[in-house]
């Protein structure tokens, strides 16, 4: 095989230390660029045979028209999500699109159950209230995860290990998902939308975002839900609509809200912003909520789920251009 040179994107130190060890001997050339894929930044991929991309890279139709004017056929993610990706202008201009559908669905799940926890038992507030030596208890009281019952939407790979791992704290589990797997009935009941909304004191969204699944969580979704309950986004920021959420929270309707994920993330997350005024007037009033907990897309973020994806990555764009399939291929 000639050596095929792969352009990068959105990489940071990270992304390259693990792309970097699985490469070893396989004789593609990777070169690490820090913007994202989106139309500026298209015309670099010139003298490339492939891309790889991540969550926020803007993969449309004219950066797909400006990767095939360049002669490149093959795009390979780094993630398991692809709702970034113009599929039906990549199969027109046949451009094959390969993804790492399930690398360690445990890191998600237990940065789900991490912000549940710390929200419920408010461990932010905790550990600065003890840092100035006030050790008060006021306005810290939690709630038993214990009987508690957790409404988990999407029981793919990630929902069905929150809910193995939520099933250790002895929560009742409901699940909804349009495509109901035996594993999962065995930790939780499979009930419609508007029960598990009803009965839920924690929500946990882990499905993908399609045209279906768009702001699935809005003003009207809210209003059926418990007063005071939690909701967790560790899924596409774009399943829920951040201003219903926010004006839920006014209300007091939603009590908690843990986000890993948020609508517009693509101009926020994954860099050092600090010091930076926040355009994003919903975001940032989100922020300044106490019973907010926002992580910047970390729930992936674990060495075993680095390393995995790193592997995955390199074996697509090997199989690619060996002419194989790998079964990750969209
Ligand atoms: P998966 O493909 O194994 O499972 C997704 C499940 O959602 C499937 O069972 C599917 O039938 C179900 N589903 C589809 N449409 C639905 C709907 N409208 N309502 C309810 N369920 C629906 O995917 P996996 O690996 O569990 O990942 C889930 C999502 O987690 C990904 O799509 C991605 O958006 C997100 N993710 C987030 C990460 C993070 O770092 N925060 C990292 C990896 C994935």
């Given amino acids: 095989m000639d050596a095929k040179r792969i352009a990068v994107f959105s990489s940071k130190p990270y992304d390259k230390h693990f792309l970097d060890e699985a490469n070893q001997g396989t004789g593609l050339t990777l070169d690490y660029f820090e913007n994202r894929l989106k139309w ?44 970034n990706v113009d599929l039906v ?6 451009v094959q699109v390969a993804r790492v559908p399930g690398y360690s669905p445990e890191s998600v799940a237990e940065h789900t159950v991490a912000m549940i926890l710390a929200l ?32 988990i939407i999407g029981t793919g790979k990630i929902g069905l290990a929150t809910m193995r791992a939520l099933s250790g704290f002895g929560c009742r589990l409901l699940c909804y998902d349009p ?28 499905c993908p975002l399609t045209e279906e699944s768009y702001h699935l969580i809005n003003a009207q979704t809210i209003a059926q839900m418990k007063a005071g309950v939690m909701l967790i986004n560790t899924s596409r920021g774009a399943l829920v609509n951040a201003q219903d959420a926010l004006d839920g929270m006014k209300q007091g309707k939603i009590g908690y809200l843990g986000l890993d994920v948020y609508e517009l993330e693509g101009d926020l997350f994954f860099r050092d912003l600090s010091g930076k005024v926040l355009h994003d007037d919903v975001f940032a009033l989100l922020l300044s909520y106490p019973n907010v907990l ?26 690619h251009f060996e002419g194989r399939q790998t079964g990750n291929e969209l």
Avoid: W
């Fill in 294 to 319: 926002v992580t910047g897309h970390q729930g992936y973020f674990t060495k075993e789920a680095l390393s995995e994806i790193g592997q995955t990555t390199i074996d697509n764009l090997q199989a």
């Fill in 179 to 206: 495509y109901p797997s035996e594993e999962a009935a065995k930790y939780g009941e499979y009930c419609d939308l508007d029960r598990l909304y009803r009965e839920s004191d924690v929500i946990s969204l882990h």
């Fill in 40 to 83: 500026e930044t298209a015309k670099l991929t010139e003298g490339y045979d492939a891309v790889s991309c991540f969550v926020n890279d803007i993969v449309d139709r004219p950066v797909l028209e400006t990767l095939v004017d360049n002669g490149i056929r093959m795009i390979a993610l780094r993630c398991a999500g692809f709702n």
């Fill in 120 to 151: 419920n038992r408010k461990i932010t507030k905790a550990y600065n209230r003890v840092k100035e030596h006030n050790f008060d208890l006021d306005g810290l009281l939690g709630f038993n995860l214990q009987k508690s019952t957790v409404g």
């Fill in 89 to 94: 202008a990549a199969k027109e201009l046949g």
